[in-house]
């Protein structure tokens, strides 16, 4: 049932969207940034940070840490390291956020104190043995009920391990990472395939002596981070939206600013162009490591493909929105090796099958994936966002295209990651409007 004191979008059908427009910024190097700039010495300027639900609750407990931060804007944090952190008072509550607990997780094993890492009761339903084993490997004392958050944490010597990771993860890498800073001897991480690399890149930028090559990745521990002094690029996952926005509403171009375009993240850009999507990229340069362009896309006829494998990785976070795009592809849309969707927020594969399936829809969920035979037509309906943010901006653009009417509930929950993301659809045309939910 609707939460009462929810938000719902109301979405009309919606053609021609046109204009330029940017996103928030990325939130995967927000979240480093924050972490890292609490144990650099010195002052940090982080700019263009994206002050949403999940990086929000990396904040407060970074300052629960006894950290000191300035915000002369929302999106502008003067963080003051001092290279040492302190007992939090009471656990530190990550609220929905799998990357802010597992990555602080690795910051935590190593400091001279006791804490417990905690969230929601939907974050408490997420895997956490998946770093809870490397850093006990590390000499880690660290525990958690059935591998799940709380995670209880007392201090501990670590000690560098060369770790091979079993499934490809850039949140268990970086845990590791992040663990290996404050470890005797040197921390080596193996991945069976490519993962996101923003914590190596801002690791470096901290003067960390990090390297990484042919998939495995190599950290000395430093004896301090200096600060950083950076813009935060525009979030491809948020941007992957309004990229399928665009690709799939009739006569639609739109150009984004700004954004994120380190390669392993944008592997939706590559399967979209599969698809036969006419997306250009013009790159603008770089900010700490990551490179930064615009990305202009016009709608085309689409085509089915087949993803699976290493590409899997690269847009993990962007399968809910590929759904929508396979529905208006002419042809069989198969995804296979894509089983951690189940894992995230919500089981991404189930949620997204039963809600696109109210707009009568016919999709094949697999165990690891799903097959979509298009072009479909879809029909307005009540949808349910979940608590999941990328769930909800995903039926949003299923809205967009289905006949009539279609009511999403449960849609604040898009400021996770998004805000604003109802009235940027708008600033393009899109007939998106916002009413209390009942």
């Known amino acids: 049932m609707p939460n009462p004191e929810s938000t719902c979008l109301v979405v009309q059908t919606s053609q021609d969207l046109r204009g330029t427009t940017s996103v928030p910024g990325d939130k995967s190097i927000s979240h480093r940034a924050v972490m890292l700039a609490a144990l650099a010495e010195g002052t940090s300027t982080v700019r263009d940070w994206l002050a949403a639900g999940d990086t929000e609750a990396t904040l407060r407990s970074v300052r629960a840490l006894g950290v000191r931060v300035e915000r002369p804007a929302p999106d502008e944090l003067h963080v003051h390291g001092r290279g040492i952190l302190q007992a939090a008072a009471k656990p530190l509550d990550f609220a929905n956020a799998g990357t802010g607990i597992r ?42 009920g059935e591998g799940r958050a709380p995670l209880r944490i007392r201090p501990a ?129 770089t ?15 689409l085509r089915g493909v087949e993803i699976g494998g290493d590409m899997v990785v690269r847009m993990i976070d962007e399968f809910p929105a590929l759904m929508v795009a396979a529905l208006c592809a002419e042809g069989r849309t198969t995804v296979r090796d894509a089983s951690e969707l189940r894992l995230k927020e919500t089981d991404r594969l189930s949620v997204m099958t039963k809600e696109l399936r109210r707009l009568g829809t016919s999709i094949e969920e697999r165990d690891d994936g799903f097959v979509i035979e298009g072009p479909q037509t879809l029909q307005g309906a009540n949808l349910d966002g979940h608590d999941d943010h990328r769930i909800a901006m995903s ?44």
């Open 287 to 301: 900010e700490a490591g990551e490179p930064a362009g615009t990305l202009t896309v016009k709608q085309r006829p």
């Open 103 to 144: 990555l602080m997780t690795g910051i935590m094993v190593g400091q001279p104190f006791a804490s417990v890492l905690d969230g929601s009761p939907q974050l408490r339903r997420r895997p956490m043995k998946r770093i809870i084993t490397p850093l006990a490997r590390m000499g880690a004392d660290i525990s958690g």
């Open 157 to 285: 010597a670590l000690r560098g391990i060369r770790y091979e990771m079993p499934v490809a993860s850039a949140q268990v890498k970086s845990a590791v990472l992040l663990a290996g800073l404050f470890a005797k001897g040197v921390t080596t991480v193996v991945e069976p395939g490519p993962t996101r690399d923003h914590s190596e890149c801002m690791l470096l930028a901290a003067g960390v002596d990090v390297r990484a090559e042919e998939g495995v990745v190599t950290l000395k521990p430093p004896t301090g981070l200096r600060p950083l002094d950076f813009h935060v690029p525009g979030d491809f996952s948020s941007a992957a939206f309004l990229l399928v926005a665009a690709a799939t509403a009739a006569g639609s171009e739109v150009r984004l600013t700004g954004i994120n375009l380190n390669p392993t993240r944008t592997g939706l850009l590559d399967a979209l162009r599969m698809m036969g999507a006419d997306i250009q990229v013009s790159e603008a340069g």
């Open 395 to 438: 039926l949003t653009l299923a809205g967009l295209l289905a006949r009539g009417q279609t009511r999403l509930h449960d849609a604040e929950c898009i400021a996770d990651s998004f805000p604003g993301f109802a009235e940027t659809l708008r600033s393009l045309g899109a007939r998106v409007a916002t009413a209390l939910d009942v």
